[in-house]
């Protein structure tokens, strides 16, 4: 038997198998992808199907086919598929068997050993039937390890100090959160906290009820008890959470959904990223809390943490990261593809213990941010020159992402668009690495959509395109080498204007014209007012004249175009807005 140890992680949606091969982890493909469905059938004429085969007719045969085995591991159940029934363990043991035969294949080896990760909160006899599986598989199991272990692993193995890793772990139907102390000698879960029927699975149900509602509202039918436009409802609400991950609108385009209908029925809907974001509200909320449970199981607080790592195929959702950044203060590790992390973290497990040196999962990221300008608040301000994100640092390369963002004037029939790269929130403070100018846009009310989406590649070339939406008219440009280290004569500029702020605030000493000035005051002076018009309501008496005294004065001082009164009456205005929100 071969000394050769694999590392499998064995999930409930998906598994996965690796190797360490010249000290780093490998993910090893499993019929053409790196993902196995962790999904068993029996087909028609009685043959055996495992992973994406198996995946694809549970739809149509339920009953001939099982997936989620992992939810039953240490049950005393037999799981009827066709007419015959298994134990948990014999299904674990078929995808197990799958995973092997794979990695033989790929090693040109035959494998006889492997490290098996398992969930922290697995009992003794979920992880007994777990090592149960792997024998049937063929495989002796050296060593069960936690899933947040073996994703620490994955982002530590070079650390020299002891670490605390906070694991957020969102898969297709579980959600799992642990505090990880990862040092030099051993690696340990302090505390670990979650739901077991919580997941990206949730994410796609919210898609498909308000699809169901659009088609019962807008075409006056239910799908509901069709299963094959459920089937297909169901693909498509998967693929539209995905697409908003990277793009702030998605569409659904199905067309004749239901052909027997007279006329069919063709689906066609768009969903915003905001839509979307509210519609699984609910379920961030619950993850967070579970974060506060498991913090406080460990007896230590959001700031004992010193690494955030991101694992499972949901945590690539925008707004799960935005909500860990702003909960914990700092951005959540996302370099190891988190659907990979954790077999490549049993995989540097597996090597440890045959003996072998192990360095670090290898991954191209971007060493910086990427991202436009637009008007929006700094310290309780409007300010027009809020830097927005794009493409967040350390996110791996190749990748492209897209935001909207909307037209000011009624009638705006051009946008420019500057590129910035760094990390500050004030765009002005970061580096301007190219611009341009969208004309032509549609004679239309403010609040035209501009889409902006940046394609950056392994070269380092970032595309930037801008798009009007409605009309599809676009412009781009392509700048080299942006993951380049900027020269420093440019550090240092950037440097010199963040010492010569003035609290942060938009007071510069640099060169503006007086063009920028001044259309800077006017837009300053517009967003100003539509903000106090919302306080009025709320504003007391007193606070409401003096607000109206002061919004004439902005109102009459734009009019006579008059700068100096502008900036008075303006600087006036945000006082009283600043005391009146405080
Ligand atoms: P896992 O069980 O870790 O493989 O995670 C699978 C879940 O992640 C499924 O619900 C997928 O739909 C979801 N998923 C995969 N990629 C993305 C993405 N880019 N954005 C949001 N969810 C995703």
Not at 238 to 247: N, P, V
Not at 259 to 272: F, G, M, T, Y
Not at 339 to 350: E, R, S
Not at 462 to 481: F, M, P, Q, S, Y
């Amino acid at each position: 038997m071969s000394d050769i140890i694999i590392g499998i992680d064995l999930g409930t949606t998906n598994s996965e198998v690796a190797v360490l091969r010249d000290g780093r982890p490998q993910v090893l493909e499993v019929d053409g992808s790196r993902i196995l469905p962790s999904i068993v059938g029996i087909a028609d004429d009685g043959t055996l199907l495992v992973g994406q085969a198996a995946r694809n007719q549970y739809a149509l045969y339920p009953e001939r086919t099982i997936r989620s085995v992992k939810r039953r591991m240490g049950e005393d159940v037999r799981l009827s598929m066709g007419d015959q029934s298994y134990t948990p363990q014999e299904i674990s043991a078929l995808i197990l068997k799958r995973l092997k035969r794979a990695a033989e294949e790929q090693l040109g080896a035959a494998v006889g050993k492997a490290v098996i990760t398992v969930p922290a909160y697995f009992s003794d006899a979920q992880r007994q039937a777990t090592r149960n599986a792997g024998e049937l598989a063929g495989l002796e199991v050296v060593r069960i390890i936690n899933e947040p272990t073996a994703a620490a692993l994955a982002y530590e193995v070079d650390a020299q100090q002891a670490r605390t890793i906070l694991v957020y772990d969102l898969g297709g139907g579980t959600f799992d959160c642990s505090v990880v102390r990862a040092g030099s000698e051993i690696t340990e879960v302090l505390a670990s906290h979650g739901n077991n029927h919580l997941g990206g699975d949730d994410f796609d149900a919210k898609l498909i009820e308000h699809v169901v509602d659009h088609l019962k509202e807008q075409h006056d039918c239910d799908p509901s008890q069709e299963p094959a436009a459920m089937a297909r409802i169901m693909r498509a609400c998967e693929a539209a959470k995905i697409a908003l991950s990277d793009a702030p609108y998605a569409r659904i385009d199905e067309e004749y959904l239901l052909p027997e209908r007279n006329p069919p029925v063709n689906l066609s809907l768009e969903i915003s990223r905001i839509d979307y974001e509210a519609m699984i509200e609910g379920y961030l909320d619950e993850t967070l809390e579970a974060v506060h449970t498991a913090l406080k199981g460990a007896e230590l607080t959001v700031t004992d943490i010193d690494e955030v790592v991101l694992v499972g195929g949901a945590t690539r959702t925008p707004a799960i990261q935005q909500r860990l950044e702003e909960m914990l203060g700092m951005q959540p590790r996302a370099e190891v593809d988190p659907d990979l992390c954790v077999a490549a973290g049993a995989a540097i497990q597996a090597g440890v213990m045959a003996g072998q040196s192990t360095s670090a999962v290898l991954v191209d990221v971007t060493p910086y941010t990427f991202g436009t300008s637009a008007l929006g608040e700094m310290n309780g301000m409007p300010y027009p020159y809020c830097f927005v994100p794009v493409i967040r640092k350390n996110t791996p390369i190749p990748t492209s992402k897209s935001e909207a963002f909307y037209t000011m004037v009624d009638g705006q029939e051009a946008v420019d668009v500057r590129i910035y790269q760094g990390e500050d929130r004030d765009a002005l403070n970061n580096t301007e690495i190219g611009s341009f100018r969208i004309e032509g846009l549609s004679d239309v009310p403010a609040g035209n959509v501009i889409l902006m989406r940046c394609d950056l590649d392994l070269d380092g070339i970032l595309k930037v395109t801008a798009l009007e939406k409605r009309t599809g008219l676009e412009k781009h440009i392509e700048i080299d080498n942006a993951t380049a280290r900027f020269e420093s004569q440019e550090l240092d500029a950037a440097k010199q204007r963040l010492a010569t702020l003035i609290d942060g605030d938009a007071e510069r000493v640099e060169d503006v014209d007086a063009d920028t000035e001044q259309h800077r005051e006017q837009v300053r002076a517009k967003a100003l007012l539509d903000k106090a018009e919302r306080l009025l309501e709320s504003a007391s008496a007193e606070d409401q004249e003096d607000l109206i005294d002061l919004v004439e004065a902005v109102r009459d001082a734009l009019e006579a175009a008059d700068m100096e009164g502008l900036k008075r009456a303006t600087d006036a205005l945000s006082d009283l807005i600043y005391y009146l929100e405080t």
